[in-house]
């Protein structure tokens, strides 16, 4: 099975290659060797030095709630940045881009945070059950 | 603060992931038939938001698996690195697969949120790039399942040292990814338009192409409509019987949005100009561009509910959606759905 499974993925995989090989440039290269880079370098050690910060300096009752509320709002600010951030983007586009974002980014975070502190708040602390 | 590997957690978000990957592959591909379709290749015309309905788990899907991906890599966090780096060939080659998954699938997830949003920070062309790495990924996915799958009946870990238990982390991790759903779906899913704060498209119905980009101007009493020999104006095709049919439009971009079209079923105008049906090529007054022409399947050219719409949701439609008539079929892909017709004609 495990061997069927994996010579399957190898066929489908070299495909792949097949058919990106004619389009391959150094644009499409840094495109796929840049994700495992940018997270190894700055992501990840971002994500370990808040669990540290977090560790340190917010009273333990608080803290799953900034955990939670910080990992929403990281997901929120990475998904608007294809809106927000745009020198690449095609030929302006009305119809495309129909709300405020900022706005609407800003009011996402601040119901996230509402609601994890408001329910941190209102949970009485149970004793910790660790799994 | 030192970790120790998490089989358990990493099975349950990998199986997590690799769900929302294997939805994107197979809507992705079929996306990619519908709009070069093989001689095999047939699409069923029933249910008429069948098309909206994949290519919305496309995009959807893969937004869900945006945050999966960062909690799958933070739970294996310590195995990454690890050293020495390589220990043995079979090592090597195990690393070197895990490299070319995590760069396939960052570029699959990355890439497509771009274009989703017209932006476009590359120089290649979307489509070929990402659906060329999209096989990368899945190959390489099933390459990672077989290397652990002896690893997959490891029992959970006892206890997990850290803020969060085993538990909250993946409770946070499926929250992320449903925070991140609400946020982008209304696009799509009408009844989360006004949560979906960072959703493209939130209007009633979106225009994509307007006539202005299209270069199409207004259109004077002049236009006809070429179906074989016989040539209609917008006159002659207000007086033919009309048929009205509630369908979507829906974009390849995962947007999609329904209206009521009223006009003349393709059928009848090629029994009109009494032309065999088949394969019909529909070509619009834009001048260039990729999607100036289309080919409508004669599955779909048969279907009573393919209309070359004259009015929507009542109005006449307007020159951003195509006056003086624009092609609507159920279940097709919307850069299909040509605006601003000038010819039919039955190509084989
Ligand atoms: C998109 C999908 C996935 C990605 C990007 C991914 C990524 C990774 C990475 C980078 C590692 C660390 C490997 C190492 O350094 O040795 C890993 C480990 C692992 N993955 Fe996945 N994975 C995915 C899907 C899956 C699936 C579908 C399963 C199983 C059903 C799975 C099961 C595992 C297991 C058991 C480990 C070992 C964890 C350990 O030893 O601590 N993964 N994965
Ligand atoms: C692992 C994840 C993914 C896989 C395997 C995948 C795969 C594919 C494939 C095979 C296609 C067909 C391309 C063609 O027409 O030749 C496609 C199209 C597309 N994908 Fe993905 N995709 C993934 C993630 C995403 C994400 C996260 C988004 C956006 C949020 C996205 C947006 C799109 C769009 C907009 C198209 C249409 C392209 C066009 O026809 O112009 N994809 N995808």
Redesign the interface.
């Known amino acids: 099975?495990?061997?069927v499974?994996?010579a399957?993925?190898?066929?489908?995989?070299?495909?792949?290659?097949v058919?990106?090989l004619p389009?391959v440039?150094v644009?499409?290269a840094l495109?796929?060797?840049?994700?495992?880079v940018?997270?190894?370098v700055l992501?990840?050690p971002l994500?370990?030095g808040v669990?540290?910060l977090?560790?340190r300096w917010v009273p333990p009752r608080w803290?799953?709630a900034v955990?939670?509320g910080g990992?929403?709002t990281g997901?929120?600010v990475?998904?608007?940045v294809?809106?927000l951030?745009?020198?690449?983007?095609?030929?302006r586009?009305?119809?495309?881009?129909?709300?405020d974002?900022p706005v609407?980014?800003l009011?996402?975070v601040g119901v996230?945070w509402a609601a994890v502190l408001v329910t941190t708040a209102v949970v009485r602390e149970r004793p910790?059950?660790?799994? | 603060m030192k970790r120790a590997s998490s089989p358990h957690t990493a099975t349950r978000i990998g199986l997590w992931s690799g769900v929302a990957f294997g939805l994107c592959f197979v809507t992705g591909l079929l996306s990619h038939l519908l709009q070069h379709p093989p001689g095999w290749f047939a699409w069923p015309t029933r249910p008429v938001g069948l098309y909206r309905v994949t290519q919305g788990v496309h995009v959807t899907a893969g937004v869900a698996a945006i945050p999966l991906l960062l909690a799958k890599l933070w739970t294996v966090h310590p195995k990454l690195f690890e050293r020495p780096v390589v220990r043995s060939l079979p090592h090597a080659l195990e690393r070197g697969s895990i490299f070319v998954l995590l760069g396939a699938s960052f570029f699959e997830l990355v890439t497509g949120l771009f274009n989703a949003a017209q932006n476009y920070p590359w120089r290649f062309f979307f489509p070929p790039a990402h659906h060329a790495v999209a096989w990368i990924a899945v190959g390489s996915l099933l390459v990672h399942i077989a290397v652990k799958l002896p690893l997959m009946r490891t029992p959970a870990e006892q206890v997990r040292r850290g803020t969060l238990s085993r538990r909250g982390f993946l409770l946070t991790t499926g929250g992320a990814a449903a925070v991140a759903v609400l946020a982008t779906a209304g696009g799509t899913v009408p009844w989360l338009r006004a949560v979906s704060v960072l959703g493209a498209r939130s209007v009633e119905l979106p225009v994509n192409r307007t006539a202005a980009s299209a270069r199409v101007s207004a259109v004077d009493d002049d236009w006809r409509l070429t179906v074989g020999a016989r040539r209609f104006s917008r006159r002659e095709l207000e007086a033919l019987p009309q048929t009205t049919a509630e369908l979507p439009i829906a974009c390849v971009e995962g947007w999609s949005a329904s209206a009521r079209w009223t006009g003349v079923p393709v059928r009848d105008l090629l029994a009109l100009a009494g032309v065999e049906p088949g394969d019909v090529r529909v070509e619009s007054l834009e001048r260039d561009g990729l999607y100036r022409a289309s080919t409508l399947p004669a599955a779909h050219a048969r279907d009573p509910s393919t209309l070359l719409a004259l009015r929507v949701n009542g109005e006449t439609l307007p020159l951003d959606h195509g006056y003086p008539c624009r092609l609507i079929a159920p279940s097709r892909p919307g850069v299909t759905q040509t605006k601003w017709v000038t010819r039919l004609e039955v190509v084989r």
């Not at chain 1, 399957?8 to 290659?17: D, I, N, T």
């Open positions: 099975m495990r061997w499974i994996g399957v993925g190898v066929v489908m995989g070299l495909w792949g290659a058919l990106v389009l440039d644009d499409l495109w796929f060797v840049a994700g495992p940018v997270h190894d992501l990840a994500f370990a669990g540290l977090v560790a803290r799953a955990l939670v990992t929403f997901v929120l990475l998904l608007a294809p809106l951030w745009r020198p690449f983007a095609g030929s586009n009305p119809g495309l881009l129909d709300r974002y609407g980014l009011v996402a996230v910790r059950a660790d799994r």
